[in-house]
């Protein structure tokens, strides 16, 4: 029937919904305010707070220690760039004293890496970029610019540094390296160059021979000289003993038959661990 005139039409009541309160973060009874910053927050916002606090050490410890590894590479990058300035300058002495440092220090960072576990794309990129530098061109540039084959043979040791780098980094095989790492290759290039006093002839026949070990498909096994067995330690500090202590041809020596031993003995000498390692994860 027709509503009258002077009755209104009836709204519909809305219900109001019910308010639901999250027990995780508001409590009905205000929590006491900890800190200065928490007096103007609700409850739930001081819980938050506080506990932003509780996990701010471990952080910021862990940004520490990133830092720390960053800064050893910007070092090793420093002394690449060091070696680069001597080898313009005719001081292949210097220059390639600055590489076997470099080598010690490159075995450093890799220690500290992974044994922090606190590897970042930032800090992977700065670290393969110091390893190019030093590694690649300025060990490179060991071999001189006198003629074109030396210009030559150096461009080609450059390109198979970048290569190994970029495509030979991460391998199928777990605890293992594909292709020689560039630090060993590098060594051998700064001892043979202190031994013979810059002999051209058998830096070029040494680079080629570093070439064909970087390019090759073989495995070697992971170097933790400082979290591996005690003989390998004592390697390591042997060649930190003797780099300021002994005569420089003797921790030039020493370096090369290090580094040789690495590449030519890789399974017996220095794998055994790592060999262990890959049969206990296949079973």
């Not at 210097?94 to 960072?109: E, H, P, R, T």
């Not at 292709?179 to 070029?204: D, Q």
Request: aromatic residues 14%; proline residues 6%; neutral net charge.
């Amino acid at each position: 029937m027709p509503c009258s005139q002077n009755q209104e039409p009836e709204t519909p009541q809305l219900q109001p919904r019910p308010e639901v309160v999250s027990v995780a973060c508001w409590t009905e009874e205000p929590e006491p305010a900890v800190g200065p910053f928490c007096s103007s927050f609700p409850s739930g916002h001081c819980t938050s707070f506080s506990m932003t606090n509780d996990q701010s050490p471990p952080q910021m410890n862990e940004f520490s220690w990133k830092d720390v590894a960053n800064a050893l590479s910007l070092a090793n990058m420093i002394l690449g760039l060091f070696s680069i300035f001597c080898s313009f300058c005719k001081k292949f002495h210097c220059a390639s004293w600055m590489l076997l440092i470099s080598f010690l220090l490159d075995m450093v960072i890799r220690t500290v890496t992974r044994h922090l576990n606190i590897c970042c794309k930032s800090g992977a990129e700065l670290n393969d970029f110091a390893v190019f530098t030093t590694c690649g061109l300025a060990s490179a540039l060991l071999l001189g610019m006198d003629g074109p084959l030396n210009g030559f043979l150096a461009v080609i040791y450059v390109l198979a540094t970048s290569f190994r780098l970029c495509f030979y980094s991460a391998a199928g095989t777990p605890f293992t390296y594909k292709g020689l790492p560039c630090p060993y290759a590098s060594c051998v290039l700064a001892s043979t160059a202190l031994l013979t006093k810059g002999n051209t002839f058998i830096l070029s026949c040494m680079a080629s021979l570093m070439i064909l070990f970087m390019m090759d498909q073989s495995y070697y096994p992971h170097d933790k000289i400082l979290d591996s067995e005690n003989w390998k330690k004592v390697v390591y500090l042997g060649g930190v003993i003797m780099l300021f202590l002994s005569p420089f041809s003797l921790t030039a020596f020493y370096c090369l038959m290090w580094s040789l031993s690495y590449i030519f003995f890789p399974d017996a000498l220095w794998g055994k661990a790592v060999c262990l390692r890959v049969q206990h994860l296949r079973n």
